[in-house]
C-alpha cells in the first residue's frame, strides 16, 4: 500500500459526470432496459450487470449486456433503436440526487485563494440524451458554459476512447484553460476534482492524473464491498492494472469515496465557500 499523499494544492476546477452522479438516470436506465429486456424473455438488470455498463459509449454498453443475457439473436442496432424510443419517454422525469444543487451552487460562488473554482461538466451522454435529461433542469445545469459542457460525441475525444480513457476529462480540463479570465495561472490536472459514480469514470479520472471523489449508487457500492481501495486508486473492476498508463497505486490519497454530495468536505480540498 502506498503512503497517502498529503501535499496536494488546493483544488481549482470541478469536473463532473452526470448520469447517477447529478441525476438519478442511473435508476432511469434500469427502468429502460427492464421494459426492453422483458419483450425477449430475459431479465431483469441487476447491478452485477449494469456495474460493467456505468460510464461506458452507449454501443459497448449494448453489447455487453447482450452478451449477459445470452441473446444472440437480438441485433444491437434494433436493441439500441428501440431502447432510444423508451428513454425518450422516460428521461424527462429525471431529478437531481441530494446534495447536487446545493453543491454546485456553491461551487460557483467559491474561491480558493482569491481566485474563483472553476467547473466542467464531462459525460458520456450524446447530445440528444443529453437535452433529454436536462431541458426541464435548466436553473441547475446553469452552471456549466455552453463551451465547458463535454458531451460524449464531442469530436475531440477519439472515437473509442471514452471512458475509462483519460481523454474527456484532458479535454474538459482544456476547456476551462482556454476559457480562463486574464491573468489566471494555467490550472494543472492535479488541481482537478473529478465527480464520479461509475468505476470507469474514476479510471478516467486517476488516468488522467486529477483527484476523484466516487459516490456510488448504493448498488454499485454493494458489488465492491471490500473491494474500494482498489477502485479508488483507479485499478479497474478487479483490481487488476488495465494499462501502463495508469498511476494510481491503493491508498494513495488521490481518491476518496463519499455516500452522498450532502454535506460535501470543501475544506479538505482547499475550497473557501465564503460561509
Known amino acids: 500500500m502506498a503512503k497517502p499523499r498529503t501535499d496536494f494544492p488546493p483544488v481549482r476546477a470541478c469536473l463532473f459526470d452526470m ?3 447529478l441525476i438519478n438516470t442511473e435508476d432511469i436506465y434500469t427502468i429502460c432496459h427492464n421494459i426492453l429486456l422483458q419483450t425477449h424473455n430475459a431479465g431483469p438488470m441487476t447491478w452485477d450487470i449494469k456495474s460493467q455498463l456505468q460510464g461506458r459509449p452507449a454501443n459497448e454498453s449494448i453489447l455487453r449486456l447482450l452478451s449477459f443475457f445470452n441473446l444472440p439473436q ?3 442496432e434494433t436493441y439500441t433503436t428501440d431502447l432510444h424510443k423508451v428513454q425518450e419517454r422516460e428521461f424527462p422525469n429525471a431529478k437531481p ?3 447536487v444543487e446545493a453543491l454546485l451552487q456553491t461551487l460557483s460562488t467559491s ?8 467547473i466542467a461538466l464531462a459525460t458520456s451522454s450524446h447530445e440528444g440524451h443529453f437535452k433529454l435529461k436536462t431541458q426541464h433542469l435548466e436553473d441547475m445545469f446553469g452552471v456549466f458554459t455552453k463551451e465547458r459542457r463535454i458531451l460524449g ?3 475531440r475525444i477519439p472515437k473509442g476512447r471514452g471512458k475509462p480513457s483519460p481523454d474527456i476529462y484532458l479535454v474538459a480540463l482544456k476547456a476551462i484553460n482556454d476559457t480562463l479570465d486574464e491573468g489566471e495561472d494555467e490550472i494543472k490536472p492535479e488541481e482537478c476534482l473529478v465527480f464520479e459514480d461509475g468505476i470507469p469514470g474514476v479510471i478516467a479520472g486517476r488516468r488522467a492524473g486529477m483527484r476523484v471523489v466516487w459516490v456510488p449508487h448504493p448498488g454499485l ?3 465492491y464491498v471490500g473491494r474500494e481501495a482498489e477502485v479508488l486508486a483507479g485499478r479497474g473492476e478487479g483490481g487488476e492494472l488495465v494499462d501502463e498508463h495508469q498511476p494510481g497505486q491503493v491508498g494513495d490519497g488521490w481518491a476518496e469515496q463519499l455516500v452522498s454530495l450532502v454535506g460535501f468536505p470543501y475544506e479538505r480540498y482547499g475550497i473557501v ?3
Not at 111 to 118: A, D, L, P
Open 19 to 21: 448520469d447517477g452522479l
Open 74 to 76: 437480438v441485433n444491437p
Open 97 to 99: 440526487l441530494p446534495g
Open 111 to 118: 474561491e480558493n485563494g482569491g481566485r474563483k473554482i472553476h
Open 153 to 155: 460525441d464531442d469530436k
Open 221 to 223: 457500492a454493494n458489488q
Open 273 to 275: 465557500t465564503g460561509k
